[in-house]
C-alpha cells in the first residue's frame, strides 16, 4: 500500500464545474505538496501545507492533520487547468518523500 | 530567466554506457533534489542535497551517484545504465526545511 493515496484517479469536469481532488496519507508528516504536471512534462508547486487551508487565484488547499487528509479544490475550472494533480508529503522523521500517484483532470469547454 | 534548469533534456544511449545530468539553480536554494518519473509517471524521490551534505538517499541502485560542486549544482551521474533506468528524471530545489520546491523541465533518458 502507497503512503500517499490519491483520489480520483482520472477525473472528466465542464468548464465552470467545482473540482475536489483527495489525498490521504498514512505516515507522520511536515508538510504536504500539491504539484500540478501540465500535459508538456513540466511540474509545478502549488502549495506547501503544514495546517490549515490556504487560497491562490482560484485554487483552495486544505488540510487535516488529525484525520491524515488533505483536500485541492479548483473552482470554476477553466480547459487550461488540465493537467495531473500529484499530493506529496514531506515525512517528520528521517527526511522522506512520497508521492501519490496524481490525479489526472480534463476540463472540457 | 530559467530558475532551475536541467540538460540534456533528452538523453538517448544504449545499455552500459555511462552518462551525467547536470542540474543548475539560480534561486539561492539550499537544498537540491533528484527525482525519477517511470512509465507509469509515478514520482520518486532519489537524493537530496544541502549545503554539499546528503540527506536523502533511497534505495536506489549505487550506479547512480548524485555530485554537487557548489549549492548551486546538482548533477547525476549514472554508470552501467540499464533498460530499466529509462524514465523522466527531475531536478528541483528549495529553500532549507519543508518550502516550495521549483522543478527543472526533466530529462527524458532513453535506454536502447
Request: with cysteine; net charge positive.
Given at each position: 500500500?502507497?503512503e500517499?493515496?490519491?483520489?480520483?484517479?482520472?477525473l472528466?469536469?465542464?468548464?465552470?464545474?467545482?473540482?475536489?481532488?483527495?489525498?490521504?496519507y498514512?505516515?507522520?508528516?511536515?508538510?504536504l505538496?500539491?504539484?500540478?504536471?501540465?500535459?508538456?512534462g513540466?511540474?509545478?508547486?502549488?502549495?506547501?501545507?503544514s495546517?490549515g487551508?490556504k487560497?491562490?487565484?482560484?485554487?483552495?488547499?486544505?488540510?487535516?492533520?488529525?484525520?491524515?487528509?488533505?483536500?485541492l479544490?479548483?473552482?470554476?475550472?477553466?480547459?487550461?487547468d488540465?493537467a495531473?494533480?500529484i499530493?506529496?508529503?514531506?515525512?517528520?522523521?528521517?527526511?522522506?518523500?512520497?508521492?501519490?500517484?496524481?490525479?489526472?483532470?480534463?476540463?472540457i469547454? | 530567466?530559467t530558475a532551475?534548469?536541467?540538460?540534456?533534456?533528452?538523453l538517448v544511449?544504449?545499455?552500459?554506457?555511462?552518462?551525467?545530468?547536470?542540474?543548475?539553480?539560480?534561486?539561492?536554494?539550499?537544498?537540491?533534489?533528484?527525482?525519477?518519473?517511470?512509465?507509469?509517471?509515478?514520482?520518486?524521490?532519489?537524493?537530496?542535497?544541502?549545503?554539499?551534505?546528503?540527506?536523502?538517499?533511497?534505495?536506489?541502485?549505487?550506479?547512480?551517484?548524485?555530485?554537487?560542486?557548489?549549492?548551486?549544482h546538482?548533477?547525476?551521474?549514472?554508470?552501467?545504465?540499464?533498460?530499466?533506468?529509462?524514465?523522466?528524471?527531475?531536478?528541483a530545489?528549495?529553500?532549507?526545511?519543508?518550502?516550495?520546491?521549483?522543478?527543472g523541465?526533466?530529462t527524458?533518458?532513453?535506454?536502447l
Open positions: 500500500k502507497n500517499v493515496e490519491q483520489s480520483p484517479q482520472n472528466t469536469a465542464q468548464e465552470g464545474e467545482f473540482i475536489t481532488i483527495n489525498c490521504s498514512s505516515v507522520g508528516i511536515s508538510a505538496h500539491w504539484l500540478q504536471q501540465h500535459p508538456g513540466g511540474i509545478v508547486s502549488l502549495f506547501m501545507l495546517s487551508k487560497k491562490h487565484g482560484r485554487l483552495i488547499a486544505t488540510i487535516n492533520i488529525q484525520e491524515k487528509h488533505s483536500s479544490h479548483i473552482t470554476a475550472s477553466h480547459p487550461r488540465s495531473v494533480y499530493c506529496a508529503v514531506s515525512t517528520n522523521t528521517g527526511n522522506q518523500f512520497y508521492f501519490g500517484t496524481g490525479t489526472s483532470l480534463t476540463v469547454p | 530567466d532551475v534548469s536541467q540538460t540534456p533534456k533528452y544511449t544504449q545499455m552500459g554506457n555511462d552518462k551525467s545530468i547536470k542540474c543548475e539553480q539560480n534561486l539561492g536554494h539550499d537544498t537540491m533534489y533528484w527525482y525519477k518519473q517511470d512509465s507509469k509517471k509515478f514520482l520518486k524521490i532519489m537524493f537530496s542535497y544541502n549545503n554539499k551534505e546528503l540527506i536523502i538517499n533511497e534505495t536506489v541502485p549505487n550506479r547512480f551517484s548524485p555530485k554537487s560542486p557548489d549549492k548551486a546538482l548533477n547525476l551521474h549514472i554508470n552501467s545504465l540499464e533498460l530499466g533506468d529509462s524514465a523522466v528524471y527531475f531536478c530545489s528549495s529553500q532549507m526545511g519543508d518550502q516550495p520546491q521549483h522543478f523541465d526533466g527524458r533518458l532513453s535506454i
